[in-house]
């Protein structure tokens, strides 16, 4: 079954540096997503994207955060400028888009760690 | 503003026991909800998701209600087995063309051998 993959896994990052979280969605899948979990908190909507643009964005995503979809696979969360509160699980999920109540599908996520 | 709440925050039974799992939302306009499985440390896995104007869905084991007008579905697991532990989240997606899911904490399930 397809699935949504993202790299890496781990990321562990200096306060102040940038960090670039990548994501393959589902082949043709349409709309793409972020999403954050701190420990023990819920799962957070950051970031909507369709027709290469942002379509909603949640008050965390401000602009510290960056998406592009820079070529026909792959999808991305740039944060700049790291903050230790930026730690969390970051997930990527994508969703068919070919009729409005399909489903999101999540990928693994990628623990971020700010030292 | 949309809150999705999950009852109880844990619940541990013996295998092969029926459970239920709750989840509620203040808002009744929503589009669609979503029933997920977390593992530790991985991802979210969809198990169903249940349009605005359905009642229930099933899937193997698993049976899910909503109840939209009272902001309420459960989620309701047959003959658990040891396998089933996990997180489970729920998520409403709200009407009015927004894309975002709104989660809850979940209720982390421990079926014991």
């Known amino acids: 079954e397809p699935e949504v993959t993202q790299t890496p896994s781990h990321q562990v990052t200096q306060m102040g540096q940038e960090v670039i979280l990548r994501c393959v969605p589902i082949s043709n899948h349409l709309y793409f997503y972020w999403y954050r979990q701190i420990l023990g908190q819920k799962v957070e909507f950051l970031v909507s994207?369709?027709?290469?643009?942002?379509?909603?964005k949640s008050e965390i995503f401000d602009d510290q955060f960056s998406v592009e979809r820079p070529d026909g696979s792959n999808f991305t969360l740039k944060i700049r400028s790291t903050k230790l509160e930026d730690s969390a699980m970051y997930f990527c999920?994508?969703?068919?888009?070919?009729?409005?109540?399909?489903?999101?599908?999540f990928g693994d996520g990628t623990r971020l760690s700010i030292l | 503003k949309q809150e999705v709440t999950q009852i109880p925050a844990a619940l541990s039974v013996p295998e092969g026991e029926n459970l239920v799992l709750n989840c509620s939302f203040t808002?009744?306009?929503?589009?669609?909800l979503q029933w997920f499985r977390q593992d530790p440390g991985k991802g979210l896995t969809s198990l169903l998701l249940i349009q605005s104007s359905q009642r229930e869905q099933t899937s193997g084991r698993l049976n899910a209600s909503l109840d939209k007008s009272s902001g309420r579905s459960t989620l309701y697991i047959a003959a658990s087995q040891p396998g089933d532990s996990a997180t489970y989240l729920c998520?409403?997606?709200?009407?009015?063309?927004?894309?975002?899911?709104?989660f809850g904490k979940g209720t982390k399930l421990t079926v014991n051998p």
């Open positions: 999920a994508s969703r068919a888009g070919l009729y409005s109540n399909q489903p999101q599908h």
């Open positions: 998520a409403v997606r709200p009407q009015g063309g927004s894309e975002k899911l709104v």
């Open positions: 808002d009744s306009a929503i589009y669609n």
């Open positions: 994207f369709y027709n290469n643009e942002i379509s909603e």
